[in-house]
């Protein structure tokens, strides 16, 4: 198929990077049958994706996505550094990955007030994030069109693998459309449209999520522990 495309990448080992060209979600349900063909031909050779310590699937999401100027752009993106960190439990167990040095979530390795001074290049969490070393973050701010997260572990499987884009999708669509971050819950997400297979990927990682929300309390306490100040980044 020429919606892939192949590099070599020296953080696998004995292996190579599998590049998508640019699509959406229409795309891959469309095209379904000739892409489960691809994934099922790349088994069949040997290769393996979510059985190996070193394999990420990582999304990159053009900026345009999060809104028309860089201010909601900003605002947007912000959001989903929130949500990232706030979820992380939840999020570590749907991506099959954990807080690794290939996506690190700053709220988990800076997690105590003693810490928060190692924060070197700025004292603002998401200013972190936008000159950091994006390779080792779990969202990588530092691409000019595009926001890649890199929270998810490979697969060759095409059921997770539209799963968790259809995850991307929903969240794109409610931080664009909800203003307050403490209004969505991990639930409004999932269940925010229509999808595939986003629901039983996530009965079978055994998933159990409420309706809980970031409420005031535990977002102040979490802008605390990373010393995010309440303004956006310009």
């Known amino acids: 198929t020429s919606f892939f495309f192949f590099e070599n990448d020296g953080s696998l ?90 996506c690190r979530y700053l709220s988990n390795y800076y997690h105590s007030l003693d810490n928060i001074d190692k924060l070197k290049v700025s004292t603002e969490f998401i200013d972190k994030y936008k000159v950091g070393s994006g390779h080792t973050q779990v969202i990588n701010l530092t691409n000019t069109n595009t926001v890649e997260v890199r929270a998810f572990k490979g697969t060759l499987n095409f059921e997770t693998y539209v799963a968790t884009l259809e995850f991307l999708s929903n969240l794109i669509d409610v931080i664009t459309t909800t203003e307050d971050v403490r209004r969505i819950s991990f639930s409004k997400v999932v269940n925010a449209n229509k999808t595939k297979y986003l629901k039983k990927y996530i009965a079978s990682r055994g998933l159990v999520y409420g309706h809980h929300r970031i409420s005031t309390s535990d977002y102040e306490m979490m802008l605390l522990r990373v010393n995010l100040k309440k303004q956006q980044y310009t």
């Open 13 to 102: 080992r004995y292996g190579i990077e599998c590049i998508s060209q640019p699509f959406t979600l229409n795309y891959l349900y469309d095209n379904e049958r000739e892409l489960k063909k691809f994934f099922n031909n790349l088994i069949e050779q040997g290769c393996t994706s979510h059985d190996t310590t070193t394999c990420g699937f990582h999304v990159h999401i053009n900026r345009r996505a999060f809104g028309s100027t860089e201010e909601e752009q900003n605002n947007n993106i912000n959001k989903l550094v929130i949500f990232f960190e706030f979820y992380s439990e939840y999020i570590q167990k749907f991506a099959r990955r954990g807080n690794v040095n290939y």
